[in-house]
């Protein structure tokens, strides 16, 4: 007992920590679960409609590999659509947490401070793992009672609950080891996010390897899709027979990445990961000479995992055209009515448009949110002490986050033009059309990422979390959920995206376009005044 003394005050002192963090990832989650799952429930009011969606969903290998068909219910279908982003999401948020209360405190140094006191060896992870178990329930109930609300029943709701919280469970025995491998909260996080990403990998293809049933609305998985922790929850069959004894497996990957973990603490020394970091180079490079260059490096790990990401979401999304042609009923009206046209197949690539331009906003907030990080950290005083400017520091991550976007939107319209092309014919046509398509969602885009740089400079305290909320509020009120979820009009104008225009399926008109360009310049002008005028939030 005495490795963990003192774990119980580290528990209430992280708890404390993130009293904003946690609802905030939280309530998102529930609040996206709740719009999404009413949005299916009012187009699919007509059974059959929901049986032959089911079907297609079953039969493309492409939606296999985001979500596992079990039957034609509503909250089944949200499983499909929802459930790998929500499972993902469950694990930054359990990772992030794991990092935040271990090896970021052994880094600037809090940790030090802590352990002079009377708390044993492993109190820390001890507290650090309390406090991201705390977190993982709190999603399980709030996503139980998103499903609940909007009609589903309580049964499959607690079960598809717990489903995506264990997937967070898992992650947070798996931070817990990285943080013992890796010298840096970085290098920690950039490992299980790896690890996340095979398993996403590893489950997506053992579903697009499964067999479907002779009805055609229910896929039974083939062996890969067991080896993941996400395919462990989808196994659990939410709405569609609810197995708990699937995430009994989760439960146990936990224990033993715990006692791993344990194992590796108690053979390094404080402040380094059992892999040594590696010597840099000699010289560093040219690109590093000033704040842009440092920015986009910082960012490149991130980059290059969105980049692949966008791709691969690009190729499926694309791949799907030949089928959607085909939809009808609710399937049909859904896309028509998100690409505000009636041309099916230019409808349905504004529509994978439109998801593409707020993933890459996520990419842009997730950049920018960097700015406050640093200040937090205190790593932005030896930038400022070298001759740079407050604001070219600003502009120099805004102007990293704005080429990231853009090539963000060209992997995606790029890999949904050759899919595309693929299915239908002519290629080169398809991508040269929808890159151009593309780039108009970014006005939008890039007007997020000034709000953001606003909230640095008025609010640098609450930065963080802010950031992400009108993030997503901007997505609940826009395009995809404002129509369906009935808000005013006034509303749904406070979101950028629903004033970009939607292309290809209508003409590009020039003026919400530039009206969006002159209002990212004044945000992002009114932020920078704000935050040369205001004092720098460093550490003590």
């Given at each position: 007992?005495?490795?963990?003394?003192?774990?119980?005050?580290?528990?209430?002192?992280?708890?404390?920590?993130?009293?904003?963090?946690?609802?905030?990832?939280?309530?998102?989650?529930?609040?996206?679960?709740?719009?999404?799952?009413?949005?299916?429930?009012?187009?699919?009011?007509?059974?059959?409609?929901?049986?032959?969606?089911?079907?297609?969903?079953?039969?493309?290998?492409?939606?296999?590999?985001?979500?596992?068909?079990?039957?034609?219910?509503?909250?089944?279908?949200?499983?499909?659509?929802?459930?790998?982003?929500?499972?993902?999401?469950?694990?930054?948020?359990?990772?992030?947490?794991?990092?935040?209360?271990?090896?970021?405190?052994?880094?600037?140094?809090?940790?030090?401070?802590?352990?002079?006191?009377?708390?044993?060896?492993?109190?820390?992870?001890?507290?650090?793992?309390?406090?991201?178990?705390?977190?993982?329930?709190?999603?399980?109930?709030?996503?139980?009672?998103?499903?609940?609300?909007?009609?589903?029943?309580?049964?499959?709701?607690?079960?598809?609950?717990?489903?995506?919280?264990?997937?967070?469970?898992?992650?947070?025995?798996?931070?817990?080891?990285?943080?013992?491998?890796?010298?840096?909260?970085?290098?920690?996080?950039?490992?299980?996010?790896?690890?996340?990403?095979?398993?996403?990998?590893?489950?997506?293809?053992?579903?697009?390897?499964?067999?479907?049933?002779?009805?055609?609305?229910?896929?039974?998985?083939?062996?890969?899709a067991?080896?993941?922790?996400?395919?462990?929850?989808?196994?659990?069959?939410?709405?569609?027979?609810?197995?708990?004894?699937?995430l009994?497996?989760?439960?146990?990957?936990?224990?033993?990445?715990?006692?791993?973990?344990?194992?590796?603490?108690?053979?390094?020394?404080?402040?380094?990961?059992?892999?040594?970091?590696?010597?840099?180079?000699?010289?560093a490079?040219?690109?590093?000479?000033?704040?842009?260059?440092?920015?986009?490096?910082?960012?490149?790990?991130?980059?290059?995992?969105?980049?692949?990401?966008?791709?691969?979401?690009?190729?499926?999304?694309?791949?799907?055209?030949?089928?959607?042609?085909?939809a009808?009923?609710?399937?049909?009206?859904?896309?028509?009515?998100?690409?505000?046209?009636?041309?099916?197949?230019?409808?349905?690539?504004?529509?994978?448009?439109?998801?593409?331009g707020?993933?890459?906003?996520?990419?842009?907030?997730?950049?920018l949110?960097?700015?406050?990080?640093?200040?937090?950290?205190?790593?932005?005083?030896?930038?400022?002490?070298?001759?740079?400017?407050?604001?070219?520091?600003?502009?120099?991550?805004?102007?990293?986050?704005?080429?990231?976007?853009i090539?963000?939107l060209?992997?995606?319209?790029?890999?949904?033009?050759?899919?595309?092309?693929?299915?239908?014919?002519a290629?080169?046509?398809q991508?040269?059309?929808?890159?151009?398509?593309?780039?108009?969602?970014?006005?939008?885009?890039?007007?997020?990422?000034?709000?953001?740089?606003?909230?640095?400079?008025?609010?640098?305290?609450?930065?963080?979390?802010?950031?992400?909320?009108?993030?997503?509020?901007?997505?609940?009120?826009?395009?995809?959920?404002g129509?369906?979820?009935r808000?005013?009009?006034?509303?749904?104008?406070?979101?950028?995206?629903?004033?970009?225009?939607?292309?290809?399926?209508?003409?590009?008109?020039?003026?919400?376009?530039?009206?969006?360009?002159?209002?990212?310049?004044?945000l992002?002008?009114?932020?920078?005044?704000?935050?040369?005028?205001?004092?720098?939030?460093?550490?003590?």
């Amino acid at each position: 007992m005495n490795a963990i003394a003192g774990v119980l005050p580290l528990t209430r002192l992280g708890l404390r920590r993130d009293r904003i963090t946690i609802p905030a990832w939280a309530l998102g989650l529930a609040a996206f679960t709740a719009a999404t799952t009413a949005l299916w429930a009012a187009d699919f009011a007509d059974p059959a409609d929901l049986v032959q969606e089911t079907r297609l969903a079953a039969a493309s290998p492409g939606i296999r590999m985001l979500g596992l068909t079990s039957a034609p219910t509503i909250g089944a279908y949200a499983m499909v659509r929802n459930f790998v982003l929500l499972a993902v999401l469950a694990a930054l948020m359990s990772v992030f947490s794991v990092v935040r209360h271990t090896r970021q405190g052994e880094e600037t140094g809090r940790a030090e401070l802590v352990g002079a006191a009377v708390v044993g060896r492993h109190a820390g992870l001890a507290a650090a793992l309390a406090v991201t178990v705390v977190a993982d329930a709190v999603l399980a109930v709030l996503l139980a009672l998103a499903f609940v609300v909007v009609g589903q029943p309580v049964a499959g709701s607690f079960t598809a609950g717990a489903a995506v919280a264990t997937v967070g469970l898992a992650f947070a025995g798996v931070a817990a080891v990285t943080t013992q491998l890796s010298t840096t909260a970085r290098g920690a996080s950039g490992e299980a996010a790896a690890v996340l990403g095979v398993a996403f990998l590893v489950c997506g293809v053992g579903n697009m390897a499964g067999r479907v049933d002779s009805s055609g609305l229910h896929v039974r998985s083939a062996w890969p899709a067991w080896l993941s922790p996400i395919g462990w929850g989808q196994q659990a069959r939410p709405f569609a027979g609810d197995r708990w004894w699937p995430l009994g497996l989760t439960l146990v990957l936990f224990a033993a990445a715990v006692v791993l973990a344990v194992w590796l603490a108690g053979r390094r020394d404080f402040g380094h990961g059992v892999v040594a970091q590696p010597a840099g180079p000699a010289r560093a490079s040219r690109l590093l000479d000033g704040p842009l260059g440092l920015a986009w490096r910082l960012q490149t790990g991130a980059l290059l995992g969105w980049a692949s990401g966008m791709l691969g979401f690009g190729l499926i999304m694309g791949g799907l055209a030949e089928q959607v042609t085909n939809a009808t009923g609710a399937a049909r009206d859904f896309y028509t009515r998100m690409g505000g046209s009636d041309v099916i197949l230019d409808a349905y690539r504004t529509s994978i448009l439109q998801m593409a331009g707020m993933a890459a906003a996520i990419y842009v907030v997730q950049v920018l949110v960097r700015l406050h990080a640093e200040e937090a950290d205190g790593t932005v005083e030896p930038v400022l002490a070298a001759g740079t400017s407050r604001s070219r520091w600003a502009l120099s991550y805004a102007l990293a986050a704005a080429i990231g976007a853009i090539i963000l939107l060209l992997l995606f319209a790029t890999g949904a033009g050759l899919a595309a092309g693929a299915a239908l014919g002519a290629p080169v046509g398809q991508v040269r059309t929808l890159i151009l398509a593309a780039l108009v969602q970014l006005p939008a885009v890039l007007t997020i990422g000034a709000l953001v740089v606003v909230v640095v400079g008025l609010l640098p305290r609450f930065a963080g979390v802010l950031s992400w909320v009108v993030l997503v509020a901007a997505i609940l009120i826009g395009p995809l959920f404002g129509a369906t979820l009935r808000l005013p009009q006034r509303v749904q104008d406070l979101s950028p995206f629903t004033h970009l225009p939607k292309a290809p399926a209508m003409p590009v008109t020039v003026a919400p376009v530039v009206a969006l360009t002159v209002a990212l310049a004044a945000l992002t002008l009114g932020g920078l005044f704000a935050l040369r005028r205001r004092d720098l939030s460093l550490p003590a």
